[in-house]
């Protein structure tokens, strides 16, 4: 059974960090063949790229978090972790990790076939 699990969300005031991770297991293969990525669900809007990691260890982010977000892998431990600096009141929602069946990364959420529940991150202004 494969499953994505996330933590590391929070409140926190605008201009602080949090850290997110995401334990991966149950996958049918290692998290170092395939890529991850983060995504996050602000109430009434679409589901949002933020940011994923190649099977190859490149990385990719959106536009709007380069810079202040740093995606991670550990493959020894099968987890994904997301750095997010300098956070902005708009940066609040449930943040998801999801994994892919490929080696490279993608920008569309449906392109991923693995889902973590997501956890809530909360800026305050």
């Known amino acids: 059974q494969v499953q994505l699990v996330e933590s590391g969300g929070g409140l926190v005031q605008g201009g602080g960090s949090l850290r997110l991770s995401c334990a991966a297991s149950g996958l049918p293969l290692p998290v170092s063949s395939r890529a991850m990525a983060w995504f996050r669900q602000a109430p009434g809007k679409e589901r949002e790229f933020v940011a994923a990691v190649h099977g190859n260890g490149l990385t990719d982010s959106g536009d709007s978090v380069k810079g202040r977000f740093t995606i991670s892998r550990d493959n020894a431990k099968s987890t994904v972790s997301l750095q997010m600096n300098s956070l902005k009141p708009e940066d609040t929602a449930v943040y998801y990790c999801?994994?892919?069946?490929?080696?490279?990364?993608?920008?569309?959420?449906?392109?991923?076939?693995?889902w973590g529940q997501g956890t809530q991150v909360t800026v305050s202004s």
């Open positions: 999801a994994a892919r069946t490929s080696f490279w990364t993608s920008r569309i959420s449906r392109d991923y076939a693995y």
